[in-house]
Structures are given as C-alpha cells and as structure tokens.
C-alpha cells in the first residue's frame, strides 16, 4: 500500500537555526497538508497546500513558516528561525482529488535547543 | 473555524468490553467524518470515516454513527483487545476550506486491560 514518507525522523536544531522538513505524499494525490503535535496534544493543523499554492493556513503558519514543491514528488516545510516552542512532532499528509481521506506520514521529531 | 469537542479524555475498558467515543462540531456544513488511531509515537492512522449521506458504518469490530440534527458523531468499538489501546481522534472539516482541511479532538486514550 503506497505510504506518505517523511525525512529526517528526527531533528535536532539549535534555536535560530533553519530547518526544513521533508515529506514525499502518496504519488497520485492532489492536496498536501501540514500539522504539528506538541507532545501529549492534539494535531494541529498548519496549511494545506493545492494546484502549487497554499490554500490555506492556520493562526500558527506565521511568516517563519513556508511550504514548497520543488518537483514533482516532494512536499518541504522550512521554518526560518526556530523557536524552542516550534518543537513538536511534524505530520505531512496527502490525500486525493476528491480531498479526502488524508494519509499521514510517519512524521518528523523536531526538537529546538 | 470549526471546533471539534471530544469526550472521553481518557477511557479505561475490560478486554471484550465495548468502548464508545463521542465528538461534537460546530460547522452544520461539514460532511466529512474521519476517526483516527495513533500508537505511542507513530503516526496517525485512518481507522473508518464516515459521510454526511449515511448515518452509520461498520467496519469489523468498528463503527460510527453520525446525528447531523445533533452534529454529533460517535466511535464504537466492540469486543475490545489489548491491541486497540492507543488515542483516539476525531477530526470534522474546517470551516470554509471545502472539505479537505481537518480540525481534531483533543483525543482519547483507549486503554484496554486484558
């Protein structure tokens, strides 16, 4: 069964620094999306992202945060200047022309010193 | 934006016991229902979703049932095992994007003693 697959696992990063996460969607699907989970809490969603734009974004998805699709498969998030805050476990997700459902990646493990 | 209400917080089950989890959204449009499952540190799983067209279904051992007049949508899981503990999410679409951006439940952990 075709998987979202999401690198690095984990990332450690000093606090300043930029990051960027990357996710490979499900090969056929449409819509790509970001959410963030702050250990023991509920996903949050960031953006989703349609037709190579954002869609739309959430309260949280603020100037340090930008999403692109520099080819055909990957799907990155860059966070500009990170926040001890910003760690979190990051989940990209895809999902089909239809929209839903969406299927997540294993997610990425960010962890700001 | 939608607001997704989730209770239990925590549940606590027999094995072979039924387990039920209940969601409340606020956006009488949405026609969308997942419910998730995530193990300890692994990602979320689609588990069994639902439709605004239909108000239940089953899948196994699992099943949903919707109450648009209510808006409220429910998760029940017979014969509970061991290996259905984990946390639960519900998730109903956010406000004004369509349908393809969620808004989750706080979550439900699901524990099943054998």
């Known amino acids: 069964e075709p998987e979202v697959t999401q690198t690095p696992s984990h990332q450690v990063t000093q606090m300043g620094q930029e990051v960027i996460l990357r996710c490979v969607p499900i090969?056929?699907?449409?819509?790509f999306y970001w959410y963030r989970q702050i250990l023991g809490q509920k996903v949050e969603f960031l953006v989703s992202?349609?037709?190579?734009?954002?869609?739309?974004k959430s309260e949280i998805f603020d100037d340090q945060f930008s999403v692109e699709r520099p080819d055909g498969s990957n799907f990155t998030l860059k966070i500009r200047s990170t926040k001890l805050e910003d760690s979190a476990m990051y989940f990209c997700?895809?999902?089909?022309?239809?929209?839903?459902?969406?299927?997540f990646g294993d997610g990425t493990r960010l962890s700001i010193l | 934006g939608e607001n997704v209400e989730q209770h239990p917080s925590t549940l606590s089950v027999q094995e072979g016991d039924s387990a039920v989890i209940k969601c409340t959204y606020s956006?009488?449009?949405?026609?969308?229902f997942p419910w998730y499952k995530q193990e300890l540190g692994k990602r979320p799983q689609l588990i069994i979703d639902?439709?605004?067209?239909?108000g239940e279904k089953k899948d196994q051992r699992i099943a949903v049932t919707l109450n648009k007049t209510a808006k409220h949508f429910s998760l029940h899981i017979t014969e509970t095992q061991p290996e259905d503990s984990a946390v639960y999410f519900c998730?109903?679409?956010?406000?004004?994007?369509?349908?393809?951006?969620?808004?989750f439940g706080k979550g439900t952990m699901l524990l099943v003693s054998p």
């Open positions: 992202f349609y037709n190579n734009e954002i869609s739309e």
């Open positions: 998730a109903a679409p956010r406000m004004n994007s369509g349908y393809s951006t969620l808004t």
């Open positions: 090969s056929n699907h449409l819509y």
């Open positions: 956006d009488s449009a949405s026609n969308y």
């Open positions: 639902i439709r605004s067209n239909v």
């Open positions: 997700a895809s999902s089909p022309p239809l929209g839903q459902p969406q299927h």
